[in-house]
C-alpha cells in the first residue's frame, strides 16, 4: 500500500464516525465565516490576489444565476410585429422572444455535459526531459550520446519486439513495463485489476504519449469487460478511460480512477 493512504484504509477497515455526516454539514457552514475572515486579515499582494479570486467567483456564481432564472422568463420582442403571419385570434397577444432563452439554455447543457467527463486529476506536474529520459553513450568513441532510456513506467502491445541496437534510439526497460492497472471505480466504490489495452492521452505532450509512458495524469483504456458494463442499448463495455492518480515509478503498480 502506498504510504499516503492510510486514512482511505482505515475508512475501508473501520468505517467513519456516527456523526461524519453532521460534523461535515457543520464544518462547511463554518467555512463561510472562516473565509470572510481570512478575506478581512488578508492585506498586502495576499489580499489582492485573494479578492481578485473572489470576484471572479461571485461575478461566475450571478452569471449561472441569471442564465438559470432566464430559461423559463418570457420576454417582449424588440419591435412588436410579428416576424411570420399571425392568425387573426393572435393578434392581440404580446409577441416573445424566446431564442435568447433557447440560447442559453442549450449553453448551459453544453456546460453540464463537458463538466460530466472533467477528469479527477485535472492539472498535474509537468515532467522534464531530464527526468523523463537517461543519457545512454553509444559507439566506439563513447561520444555519440543519441539514445535515450526512459526512466518511468511504459507499457507496451503484447505483441511488442524491439528493434535491432543499431536503430533503437528510446529504450523501455522490461522492468519497468507494465500491462495491468488497479483501477477504482468512483461509484461502486471498488478496485478492481484490470489489463491496459493503450495510452489515450500523456499530459507531458504527444511523443510520451506515443511512447506509452505511464505518469501522474496519464489518461489510459483499460478492459472492463469482466466488470459487466452495458449500455443502455443492452451491449457489453470492452474498453474504458480511466486516469493514473499515483507515481507508478514510485510505488511499482498503476493505480486509476474509472472515467464514468
Given at each position: 500500500m502506498p504510504q499516503n493512504e492510510y486514512i482511505e484504509r482505515s475508512i475501508r477497515l473501520h468505517g467513519r464516525r456516527f456523526d461524519h455526516e453532521d460534523r461535515k454539514r457543520k464544518k462547511e457552514a463554518r467555512q463561510v465565516h472562516k473565509r470572510a475572515e481570512v478575506a478581512r486579515n488578508s492585506i498586502g499582494l495576499k489580499g489582492k490576489m485573494l479578492t481578485k479570486k473572489r470576484h471572479a467567483e461571485k461575478a461566475q456564481m450571478k452569471k449561472t444565476i441569471a442564465m438559470h432564472e432566464e430559461k423559463d422568463s418570457k420576454r417582449k420582442a424588440d419591435d412588436g410585429a410579428p416576424q411570420n403571419a399571425v392568425p387573426a385570434y393572435l393578434l392581440e397577444r404580446e409577441q416573445v422572444d424566446r431564442a435568447k432563452v433557447l440560447s442559453n439554455t442549450i449553453k448551459q447543457k453544453r456546460k453540464?455535459?463537458?463538466?460530466?467527463?472533467?477528469?479527477?486529476?485535472?492539472?498535474?506536474?509537468?515532467?522534464?526531459?531530464?527526468?523523463?529520459?537517461?543519457?545512454?553513450?553509444?559507439?566506439?568513441?563513447?561520444?555519440?550520446?543519441?539514445?535515450?532510456?526512459?526512466?518511468?513506467?511504459?507499457?507496451?502491445?503484447?505483441?511488442?519486439?524491439?528493434?535491432?541496437?543499431?536503430?533503437?534510439?528510446f529504450i523501455r526497460p522490461t522492468g519497468l513495463r507494465i500491462t495491468k492497472a488497479h483501477v477504482t471505480h468512483p461509484e461502486l466504490k471498488a478496485t478492481f485489476c484490470l489489463d491496459i489495452i493503450g495510452i489515450k492521452k500523456n499530459p507531458n505532450g504527444q511523443m510520451y504519449t506515443q511512447l506509452g509512458v505511464v505518469t501522474k495524469g496519464t489518461v489510459i483504456e483499460v478492459n472492463v469487460s469482466e466488470l459487466g458494463l452495458v449500455t443502455p442499448g443492452g451491449k457489453v463495455v470492452w474498453g474504458k478511460y480511466a486516469q493514473v492518480t499515483n507515481n507508478p515509478e514510485n510505488d511499482g503498480v498503476v493505480n486509476a480512477v474509472l472515467l464514468v
Open positions: 453540464e455535459k463537458a463538466g460530466k467527463w472533467e477528469v479527477p486529476l485535472p492539472k498535474v506536474r509537468p515532467v522534464a526531459e531530464q527526468e523523463m529520459f537517461k543519457v545512454l553513450k553509444s559507439g566506439k568513441r563513447q561520444k555519440k550520446s543519441w539514445k535515450r532510456m526512459v526512466t518511468k513506467m511504459t507499457f507496451v502491445g503484447p505483441g511488442f519486439t524491439r528493434k535491432p541496437p543499431k536503430y533503437e534510439r
